[in-house]
């Protein structure tokens, strides 16, 4: 499978952190989703990307070619939205639609403008007179009208209400549509993911502990709700994480097919992408 | 880079920006009334012009980091070099406005005021365009570094030690018995010695901002 987004092994150390041996592919015409606690990576990982930090050892390829070789060419196909906007606050749509023309070879001003009409955003008001709302889908107006091939959002529906969230997450389905697209997209609201993702990269403490397929993951990860005496009868090696609560132990694991035919009467669900986060987080460790 | 000059050079257009511009190229107006000598023209175009019109860096820094722009610059497909090349190419459109104005203010001195002659009144101006040559290097270097707050106490400084040679040299001493001695090799001695600082500076703010995003 051909990938558009490609980390070998990137390392890179702090004081007080480190992000270790982190590889992560994104392929063509996908979503993986990043997730994490706060503090885990995620934001570190797309500033690697971006060039705000240097990695210390490792590699970066995108569309096939080192992206620290060949950046500034690179970069005219790599969108980034981050969870505010960084612009001018005096700048209108018109002053970003004119500066984003001058630096990208491919800007589209007639795609530019559809985005600021679908988007129903006022062409008199300045940035500073935005919404939130409106700021963010300026901003994905900006960086889908240069025909980005990877795009790369931190964050970027947190803080929106859910229409505004849902709107986005349609447009990023028709981005990534022709099969020739992909996103990595780093979010706290894993019901987005739920949504949209089609691989799911789980970072903790600056590892990533998992990519998995979104299917693999609905379809493989249970989580059982049962008392001390059945937790007690449960393998442990088949135990990902547990949290013993008032009156239950919630148990992680990762076969719940095979486990609903050995204990017929438990109680098994689904586990979302959010109960794996947090059992793998707060949850303990066999 | 287009873009950089073209989002720094924005700012001209915010309403407050450009009103201190032009009171800045207008001051001229009173200052050349009451002061129909040498020391009017030089409070003007080495010292007035010169300051003020190197302190671009500055007000485009605030803005950049009050939406930290930062972040957004750096997915831009620019180098980091045409980064900080932007940064001082508006600086010195910003100046040449400046000096453009003091030219036009040197040449009333010289024909209509009379009251320098025009080999000694350029002289005055190419001592104004290097002094903000240089004042530009330092700043930029001391902004890039610090930060637009802290960055300004670089300015205040340099600020005071142009006043003070401003006092020292045009009130103490016969200027133009100094500048006549050996205007031409004194000039290119100074030009050679801002050129040099300009490189300096670029390289060295070159070398900050990209230690400051590894």
Redesign the interface.
Known sequence: MDSILELKNINKQFDDFQLKNVSITVPKGMIVGLIGENGAGKSTIINII?????EDSGEIYVFGQNLREH??????D?G?I?D????????KYS?LG???S???DHWDQEKYLEYIDRFSLPKNKTISQYSKGMKMKLCFAAELSYHPKLLILDEATSGLDPIVRDEILEILQEFIMDEEHGILMSSHITSDLDKIADYITFIHNGEILFTKTYDDIHSQYGLIRCGQKIFETLPEDEILAYKKEDFEYKVLVENRQDFQKIYKDLVIDKATIEDIMLMYVRGTKL | MKALIYKDLFVLKQKGQLATLILNLLMVIPIGFFFQNLYGLALIIILSYPIGGSVFIQVVMEKEERTNFDKTVISLPVTKAEIILAKYITSFIYFGIHMLFGLIYTFIHIYVIKSVSLEFGLLLWGIGLLIGTMMISINSVGYILLGAKKGTFVYMVILLLSIIGYVVTFLGFDIKQVLTLSSTVLMLIACLITILCLIVSYFTSLKIFTRKYS
């Open positions: 971006e060039g705000l930090l240097k950046e500034k060419t690179l970069k005219q790599i980034i981050y505010s906007c960084h612009y001018n606050e005096k700048f002053d004119k500066m984003m001058l630096v990208y």
